[in-house]
Each structure stands twice: as structure tokens, then as C-alpha cells.
Antibody
Framework: EVQLLDSGGGLVQPGGSLRLSCAAS????????MSWVRQAPGKGLEWVSV????????YYAGSVKGRFTISRDNSKNTLYLQMSSLRAEDTAIYYC??????????????WGQGTLVTVSS | QSVLTQPPSASGTPGQRVTISCSGS????????VYWYQQFPGTAPKLLIY???QRPSGVPDRFSGSKSGTSASLAISGLRSEDEADYYC???????????FGGGTKLTVL
């Protein structure tokens, strides 16, 4: 059974940094692209970033490009999202998601429980 | 403003058939696989449909998807009260080089 355990969320001041983690189990981690998707309070889903199975390619939404960095440690079956220069509009639940294939253009079939990031002074 | 356009709300009575539309463009829906997700309040999304019309195991055949050109649709037949949720379409966008989601449709079972 696929399990994705998101962690690392919390309260951070504007301009601050935070690193999210997603521990994966139940599947061969390297065979699947992984992603982060967020949802602001009361709003819809917004894609943040996706990384290929090997970690060799990554893509970012325009709203986070240059501020967020996605990475993965395939030896630890763990996905990361390093967030910096955080803004109030980054406040959201961040979901880790496993995609259906190794390439970044395939979309998710499994989701973590989400971790809440609140950017506020 | 979402790249993919969905109606903000839809409704139906138990047993009815309801359709939710998702409108995009040649850079997204027309040339890429369309996915549909169901989300209940306070929970993570769940995959309902992938590759336009494929259902993961465990998803009832009351749920079906289709695509024509730059638009896609999710149909729910034999509507049940437990289908009341938010529904999102999504796909890859070749121009943006990333995923795009619809704004979501809140389905109410009257």
C-alpha cells in the first residue's frame, strides 16, 4: 500500500524559510515522479512543483520559481520542498503526491495527508 | 484565474446523472491526458479518472470521463448523497511546462 507522510509545516514569518519532507513507502520510489500541490484555505488545488524519478529534471509553477526548490533522496525514499522568501500568499496545506509514472508530465494517483504552512508575522 | 475552466457548482437529485465540464486549450487538454480528482472537506484529493476515461481500481463505474478537443467532462450517474464533494480536472500544459488544475466544482446532492 502506498503511504506518503508529509511533515515540516508550521508558522513562519514573511521572508522566512521552511523545509517540507515527504516519507514514501509501499512502492519503488525511483520509478515515479513526485510532486507538491498546495491548497490555500477555502481555495482550489494549485500545483507547486514536480521532479522526475531520477531527480534529473524539475519544474515549478511561476508563483514559486526562484523561491522554492524541490529535491529527492532516492536512498531514503524521501521528497523535499525547500521554501524561502515566504509570503503570506504561500499560506496553504501542502500535499506530497506520487505520480503515475517516471516522467514529470504524469499526474498524481496518491496523495499524502498534507502539512499546513502558515506565513504570518 | 485557473487555466482550466470548470463551473463553480453543480447539483442533482439522487439517482440523476450529472456532468461537470472542464475547458482548456490546445496546449493542455487537447494534447495531454486529463485527470479528475474528488475531494471531501478536510481530506486529501482522491484520483477518480486518469487518461480521460480510465478508473483506478475501487472507483465505481458510475464515474466516467470523456474528452473532445480542448474540453473534457466528468459524468456521475446514479447520483448518491456520498458523491457530494469538490471535483477538479487537471492535466499537463505544454506551454507552461507544468500541471494545471481547474478551479474546482462543488457538487451538491439535493
Amino acid at each position: 500500500e502506498v503511504q506518503l507522510l508529509d511533515s515540516g509545516g508550521g508558522l513562519v514569518q514573511p521572508g522566512g524559510s521552511l523545509r517540507l519532507s515527504c516519507a514514501a513507502s509501499g512502492f519503488t520510489f525511483t520509478l515515479y515522479a513526485m510532486s507538491w500541490v498546495r491548497q490555500a484555505p477555502g481555495k482550489g488545488l494549485e500545483w507547486v512543483s514536480v521532479i522526475s524519478g531520477s531527480g534529473g529534471s524539475a519544474y515549478y509553477a511561476g508563483s514559486v520559481k526562484g523561491r522554492f526548490t524541490i529535491s529527492r533522496d532516492n536512498s531514503k525514499n524521501t521528497l523535499y520542498l525547500q521554501m524561502s522568501s515566504l509570503r503570506a500568499e504561500d499560506t496553504a496545506i501542502y500535499y506530497c503526491a506520487k505520480t503515475r509514472g517516471v516522467l514529470p508530465r504524469t499526474l498524481p494517483d496518491s496523495w499524502g495527508q498534507g502539512t499546513l504552512v502558515t506565513v504570518s508575522s | 484565474q485557473s487555466v482550466l475552466t470548470q463551473p463553480p457548482s453543480a447539483s442533482g437529485t439522487p439517482g440523476q446523472r450529472v456532468t461537470i465540464s472542464c475547458s482548456g486549450s490546445s496546449s493542455n487538454i487537447e494534447n495531454n491526458d486529463v485527470y479528475w480528482y474528488q475531494q471531501f472537506p478536510g481530506t486529501a484529493p482522491k484520483l477518480l479518472i486518469y487518461r480521460e476515461n480510465q478508473r483506478p481500481s475501487g472507483v465505481p463505474d458510475r464515474f466516467s470521463g470523456s474528452k473532445s478537443g480542448t474540453s473534457a467532462s466528468l459524468a456521475i450517474s446514479g447520483l448518491r448523497s456520498e458523491d457530494e464533494a469538490d471535483y477538479y480536472c487537471a492535466t499537463w500544459d505544454d506551454s507552461l511546462r507544468g500541471w494545471v488544475f481547474g478551479g474546482g466544482t462543488k457538487l451538491t446532492v439535493l
